[in-house]
C-alpha cells in the first residue's frame, strides 16, 4: 500500500509541473483553453437546428444529447491532461526515448505518460462541467457524473496504450492509431442508440467508445447503480489489461542509448 501511494504521489507530482511548464506562458495557455471551449460550444448551435425539426434522435432529447457531449469532453480531458503522453507514447518506443524513464526510481509506464500535459484539454473539461449545468445540476447527479468521466478517462487513456504498446512487436501502426483515436471522438458526440448490429458491437469492442461514453451516459440518466458497478469493473479490467501489456511489451524494447535526462 505504501509503494502504491509513493507512485501516486510522484505521479501526481509529474502531472503538476507538466501543467506549470504548459503556464509559463499565460496569454497562450489561457488562449488555448478558452478556445477549445468556445469551439466545443459551437456545435450546440447544430444541434439546436436538428431539435427545431425532430423531437428526440435516438430516444436522446437536447439535454441528453448534451451531457453525452461533456461525457466525450471529460473523458477526452482526463486522457489529454493527465495522461497527455499515452497519446504519443509511440513515439518514445520507435525511437528508443524510453531509456529516460528507465533509469528513474519511478514506475516506467506513470512516469511516461504523465510527462506532459495537453493545455487545451483542459477546455474539454470545464465544457464537461457546463454540460453538466446545462442537463441539470444535482449533488447525486453530480457525483455519478465526476466518477463516470474519470472512469472514461481511465478507459480511453487504456485503450491508447494498448494500441500505442503494439508498436513494441509492430512498426508503422500509425493509420491504425489514427483510425481508432479520432473513431474514438467522433462517435462519441453521438447517441449510442442510433448504431445497431455490427456497427454497435464495433463500438463497444473494437472502438470501446461504448464503455467510455454511451454506459457513463445511460448511467446517468437512469441513475442505475448496477451499470455503475459494471463501468468499474470494465475500469479496472481495461487499466489492468493496459498495464500489463505495456510491461510484456517493454521485454522487447531497445534502447537508443540516448543520454536525455528529466527533471
Known amino acids: 500500500m505504501k509503494e502504491i501511494k509513493k507512485e501516486l504521489k510522484i505521479m501526481m507530482l509529474s502531472i503538476r509541473y507538466s501543467i506549470m511548464r504548459e503556464m509559463l506562458n499565460k496569454f497562450t495557455f489561457f488562449s488555448n483553453v478558452i478556445f477549445m471551449v468556445l469551439n466545443n460550444a459551437s456545435f450546440i448551435f447544430e444541434w439546436i437546428v436538428l431539435f427545431s425539426i425532430r423531437n428526440d434522435i435516438g430516444g436522446y432529447g437536447f439535454k441528453e444529447v448534451m451531457l453525452l457531449w461533456g461525457m466525450a469532453a471529460g473523458s477526452y480531458g482526463i486522457c489529454h491532461v493527465f495522461f497527455a503522453r499515452s497519446v504519443r507514447l ?15 526510481p519511478k514506475d516506467v509506464l506513470l512516469s511516461a505518460i504523465t510527462s506532459s500535459c495537453d493545455v487545451s484539454a483542459i477546455g474539454d473539461l470545464i465544457y464537461a462541467v457546463i ?58 458526440t453521438y447517441p449510442g442508440s442510433i448504431f445497431k448490429g455490427g456497427v454497435r458491437l464495433i463500438l463497444y469492442v473494437f472502438v470501446p467508445v461504448g464503455l467510455s461514453t454511451y454506459l457513463p451516459t445511460d448511467m446517468i440518466i437512469s441513475q442505475d447503480m448496477g451499470l455503475f458497478a459494471i463501468l468499474l469493473a470494465l475500469t479496472v479490467l481495461f487499466v489492468f489489461f493496459a498495464y500489463n501489456f505495456f510491461y510484456l511489451g517493454l521485454k522487447r524494447y531497445s534502447s537508443s542509448n540516448l543520454m536525455n535526462a528529466r527533471v
Open 90 to 104: 509511440s513515439e518514445l518506443i520507435i525511437n528508443g526515448e524510453l531509456d529516460t524513464y528507465l533509469v528513474q
Open 131 to 188: 454540460m453538466l449545468f446545462v442537463y441539470g445540476f444535482s449533488i447525486p447527479t453530480f457525483l455519478l457524473y465526476t466518477a463516470a468521466v474519470i472512469c472514461g478517462g481511465l478507459i480511453f487513456t487504456s485503450v491508447h496504450i494498448i494500441i500505442q504498446s503494439l508498436n513494441f512487436w509492430f512498426v508503422k501502426l500509425d493509420i491504425v492509431q489514427d483510425i481508432i483515436g479520432s473513431s474514438m471522438i467522433n462517435f462519441a
